[in-house]
């Protein structure tokens, strides 16, 4: 699947620094109560909490931070429609052929393009840029992996092919549609420069050591400048091929407060906050310099299990935790503006998806949930452990589910940390349940069911960490057996037919309880003209002042 990413959660490592104008990193790296009269008129300024980067490798990142700047300054193969997100149009790949069989895709390449670093861009760089991801076998190869690819085909699957055409050759006719979206449109499909990362490489890294402080790709912008936990600085890329930003420079200022954020935006000192809460939107609501904007993305918040033992080892368990969210409650509270209810882990909007009735069928039922855990033997209730990071919403969805929770007899305990922590706990097994959000990238319900749902090893030592199920330690053949049937079903009736029933069946057993679809918000100053985004990209080269 592609753009599988995790919302936040990283390591901080040092980063490279670069030369810029004294002036812009001053603007940039102010104190965050620093008040100046505007923006500049040919940059982008940011507000947000970007303390999720850890490396600018595509082969690896899986935060959805870093993969919205890899976006605006890698190109990949094909892009989505910014006006409709379930179609992609060409983007380094002017135009492609499919095989009457659906088992082979030639895309035809552009021409002439050259990299930052001034190597001329071939389809070689192209084919070695899948090559890499699939040989370094960090999560993101899975985006590969799942559709046939491996360390030891790679290369004679993904080949430079005469003219500037690129050949991805399947074992299976995969949906044309879903292999654009989840490989061609997907990070793992940037086009890399190959000549400057294996000249940078490093014990057979292929580079991977020098992408954790810069990019080495070509696209509208370039990365000149990161301090972690302080700011990122893009350049646009003067010798870019394709359509010029409207903007010279987008400057992120990472500024973890909501409420700063705030700040910043009414004084004028950032054009777009990207962290506000639900009061802060309300009170920006009437502002006649700020417009509030949203979009539904592919993002699901949720309460997720680790089932290798303890009370969530058991079903009714899992269920009777359903039953504890107050999903319309949160609705109207904590999560307006963020987000609407959902239970499937198939997001609307989705192809296959159920619909947001039939997607979301569990409310408050304290009865409900004590019935069912006294059904599973436990009708005293438990002790447990939720982890949670610092997305803002999570500490009152998990004090509210905590308070319903002891009303059955269930303690929780609550523990909020770093990011970092939250996310290395989690990817390592070492917890009891965790709230966290999760992104796909595809619009279509295979992207989740993929990840979520399917598990192709549980082992330990597998170490899947970029298969949820995988953290939660849940494998259920049958699962798996019936997500392969629908990805491959050509029919488009009975392929969202067998996704309505896995959908259904996840609800009743499955290893999180799914709570919210989230929205995109922001506040945008009204001199930024043209912000653009959809579920699945924000294209900062759209944008104009």
């Known amino acids: 699947m592609t753009n599988r990413n995790d919302v936040t959660g990283t390591k901080r490592r040092s980063a490279g620094r670069r030369l810029l104008s004294a002036a812009a990193v001053a603007a940039l790296c102010a104190g965050a109560g620093a008040a100046f009269a505007a923006t500049p008129k040919n940059a982008l300024v940011m ?58 895709i030639t895309f035809h ?43 030891d085909n790679v290369e004679q699957t993904i080949v430079a092919g005469p003219n500037d ?67 990122i600085v893009l350049e646009a890329n003067d010798g870019y091929w394709g359509r010029a930003p409207g903007l010279k420079r987008i400057l992120i200022r990472h500024v973890a407060e909501p409420g700063t954020q705030r700040l910043l935006l009414s004084q004028g ?36 299990f680790n089932v290798a033992d303890g009370p969530f080892s058991k079903e009714k368990v899992r269920l009777a935790m359903r039953y504890l969210i107050d999903y319309e409650g949160l609705g109207k509270t904590v999560m307006t503006y963020l987000g609407v209810p959902r239970a499937s882990f198939a997001q609307l909007g989705a192809v296959g998806a159920l619909d947001a009735k039939e997607g979301q069928p569990f409310k408050l039922d304290l009865d409900k949930a004590k019935q069912l855990l006294t059904e599973a033997g436990y009708p005293n209730g438990f002790e447990a452990s939720v982890l949670f990071g610092t997305l803002p919403h999570a500490n009152p969805i998990a004090q509210s589910v905590q308070q319903n929770a002891a009303k059955v007899g269930v303690k929780l305990s609550l523990e909020r940390m770093a990011n970092a922590q939250l996310f290395s706990k989690v990817r390592g097994r ?22 979520l749902v399917f598990n ?18 849940y494998q259920d053949l049958a699962l798996n057996k019936q997500i392969d049937e629908a990805l491959l079903e050509a029919d488009p009736a009975k392929r969202d037919a067998l996704y309505a029933t896995i959908q259904k069946e996840v609800m009743a057993k499955g290893p999180m309880a799914f709570m919210f679809q989230m929205n995109s918000v922001a506040g945008v100053r009204k001199d930024l003209k043209s912000w653009t985004w959809n579920g699945f990209r924000t294209y900062y080269e759209l944008a104009t002042k």
């Not at 917890?431 to 999760?438: D, F, I, N, V």
């Open 47 to 104: 507000a947000w909490n970007v303390d999720a980067i850890s490396t600018f490798d595509p082969a690896q990142v899986g935060e959805v931070v870093t993969n919205e700047i890899l976006q605006n300054t890698c190109d990949t193969l094909v892009d989505f429609d910014p006006a409709d997100e379930r179609k992609v149009v060409p983007s380094f790949a002017e135009r492609w052929d499919v095989s009457p069989d659906r088992k082979e």
């Open 109 to 151: 390449l552009h021409k002439g393009a050259k990299f930052p670093s001034g190597n001329p861009v071939t389809a070689e760089d192209v084919a070695w840029s899948l090559h890499r991801v699939v040989k370094l076998n960090f999560g993101n190869a899975a985006t590969l992996t799942e559709y046939g690819f491996t360390k």
């Open 165 to 231: 055409t690129l050949v991805l050759k399947f074992d299976k006719p995969y949906p044309t549609t879903l292999m654009l979206q989840a490989i061609a449109a997907n990070r793992v499909s940037m086009v890399m420069d190959k000549k400057t990362l294996m000249a940078n490489e490093q014990g057979g890294d292929l580079g991977n050591k020098y992408l954790a402080t810069r990019t080495a790709c070509v696209g509208p912008y370039k990365l000149t400048r990161w301090n972690a936990g302080e700011s």
């Open 269 to 304: 000192d950032v054009d777009v906050a990207r962290d506000l809460t639900p009061e802060d939107l309300k009170d920006l609501e009437g502002s006649k310099d700020v417009s509030i904007v949203k979009v539904l993305r592919p993002q699901l918040f949720y309460w997720g």
């Open 430 to 451: 070492e917890y009891q349940s965790a709230m966290l959000a999760w992104q796909t990238g595809v619009p279509d319900a295979h992207g989740n069911a993929s990840r």
């Open 456 to 473: 192709p090893d549980n082992r330990p030592e597998a170490k899947q960490t970029q298969y949820p199920s995988w953290r939660s330690a």
